[in-house]
């Protein structure tokens, strides 16, 4: 019997050493286990250590997301928002590639090798050229002639006729660059969640529309001195590319909608349906008949996300008549405001019966359009050159107190100004996608396949609407593109559940 004292000290013993609880093993002798060492931190006094912020890269990519928003709604290489948007561009580029530990490329490819040779194929038309060289490039003739009045056949010349507007294309590029390294940055939970703030920006840009509208041609919220005053343009300066913007979102929309847990499906199933039917009414108001083309594209788009009527059928009675009086109240308002201060000209548009092969300037330009692709091909003129270009050609028969900015078919000015070099390299990505389409279309839909088919379908619109317009030379639409090609080229994972 050992003395209470020596009982005592042998347990104080054991709990200093062990710092844990006794565990008696099956021969009767003891072990002790002791707390496992915490990996955490201590709390230090005066810091918010409680706070997990982002990453810089990925508060880097947000504020350059931002800021292509809220000032990359045109095309233009005059107007004074890229004096904000493209150094705030390069910032955030280098806050990313100075703090990331490394950039996934894989995860996207073929993306940035076809990035990559689209940024050489303009690169190559700012090296210059000997004479003998310059002198014999198809649809030079005119240009040679004024070159030797001035004294000047003897000098080197790149390739691009405008090299200052050339310089302008190959420094655009960084938008969509800094786009596609902020995706690679992001982890897969971060990739899926850019939905949401997509959807919020569209959401932001039809209510910016309808203040515009509201507030007459000379209102503020007009950002642009060249744009659709008078329309529900939003955060674009051109109704065509807000009804692009607009037809897009919706296989977005029913992504969204199929993601939802079983317990919010009913919800976002009637919030779905009520926006899809407002964002048709509102391309309706909006004017364009493009980008009334298109919306039936996305109403198509959508249902090929997921062809099934899940969704919809457990919509009860009650949310069904709650989304058709919305619906109506919404058409109402919109049709007031139209037809309020004489300002029907959208609705006019659409019912007009003028012959369009008479009025529209884009069709009557196609001609002079054709004889410059064949006076200039294969090497084309110089990416941006297309203003000059055109008014060098340009019949007498077409002059007019405004200017033809773009082609309005941006296949056709890519081929004048790129040439055949850029046609290929489009050639090459309009296989990748097609490919990655019909792989995304045949698997299994799961979150993450219906999410590619929605940006597969996303870029079918863009495709689509620059046909007839210019799009994708909007940064906010350049940037949308390029995140829909990276949703699309990443591999999806089979693990993965459904967002909440």
């Known amino acids: 019997m050992k003395p209470a004292a020596d009982q005592d000290m042998k347990q104080n013993r054991t709990r200093s050493l062990a710092g844990g609880r006794r565990k008696t093993r099956a021969d009767g ?14 709390l230090k006094s005066g810091r918010l250590s409680f706070i997990k912020l982002p990453a810089i890269p990925v508060l880097a990519f947000a504020v350059f997301a931002a800021t292509t928003a809220l000032t990359g709604g045109s095309s233009r290489l005059d107007i004074v928002w890229l004096l904000i948007l493209r150094p705030i561009t390069i910032l955030c580029l280098m806050a990313m590639f100075l703090t990331a530990k490394r950039i996934p490329w894989g995860d996207i490819r073929p993306i940035p090798l076809l990035f990559a040779a689209f940024a050489i194929t303009i690169a190559m038309q700012l090296v210059a050229l000997p004479p003998a060289v310059w002198q014999h490039i198809p649809g030079r003739e005119q240009y040679n002639a004024v070159a030797l009045a001035l004294n000047g056949g003897d000098q080197w010349h ?7 507007r050339t310089w302008n294309s190959l420094i655009s590029l960084l938008v969509p660059f800094t786009a596609m390294v902020g995706f690679l940055l992001l982890n897969d939970r971060q990739r899926r969640a850019l939905l949401l703030p997509i959807l919020g920006l569209v959401a932001f840009s039809m209510l910016l529309g309808v203040a515009q509208f509201a507030g007459g041609e000379t209102s503020s919220l007009y950002w642009y001195s060249v744009s659709g005053r008078g329309q529900l343009i939003g955060l674009l300066a051109n109704r065509n590319h807000q009804g692009a913007l607009l037809a897009l979102t919706l296989p977005l929309l029913r992504v969204w909608v199929l993601q939802a847990n079983h317990s919010a499906r009913k919800l976002r199933g009637s919030i779905g349906l009520g926006a899809a039917s407002l964002i048709v009414i509102y391309v309706l108001v909006l004017g364009s008949r493009a980008g009334m083309a298109l919306a039936i594209v996305g109403l198509v788009g ?17 949310q069904r008549l709650i989304i058709i009086s919305s619906i109506a109240v919404g058409v109402i308002v919109l049709f007031a405001m139209t037809l309020n201060a004489d300002r029907a000209v959208s609705i006019a548009r659409l019912v007009q019966r003028d012959d369009i092969l008479k009025t529209e300037p884009r069709i009557q330009a196609l001609p002079t359009l054709f004889h410059i692709m064949a006076q200039t091909f294969p090497f084309g003129t110089g990416f941006g050159s297309f203003v000059p270009v055109y008014t060098s050609f340009e019949p ?32 090459v990505f309009l296989g990748w996608w097609g490919r990655a389409s019909y792989r995304c279309f045949m698997a299994s839909p799961t979150p993450a396949i ?30 949308l593109f390029t995140i829909f090609a990276c949703w699309l080229a990443a591999s999806p994972n089979s693990t993965e559940e459904n967002p909440a």
């Open 302 to 318: 959508a249902f090929m996300v997921d062809p099934s009527l899940e969704a919809s059928r457990q919509i009860s009675k009650r």
């Open 450 to 479: 219906q999410q590619q088919r929605a940006t597969a379908w996303a870029i079918l619109i863009l495709l689509l609407a620059s046909l007839v317009d210019y799009p994708l030379r909007t940064p906010i639409l350049g940037t």
């Open 396 to 427: 007498d028969s077409l002059l007019g107190p405004t200017y033809f900015n773009n082609a309005h078919n941006d296949l056709i000015e890519l081929i004048i100004t790129g040439g055949l070099p850029a046609v290929f390299v489009f050639a």
């Open 158 to 164: 790149p390739l691009t006729l405008t090299p200052d």
């Open 29 to 42: 002798t003891f072990s002790y286990k002791g707390h496992q060492k915490s990996s955490r931190p201590p």
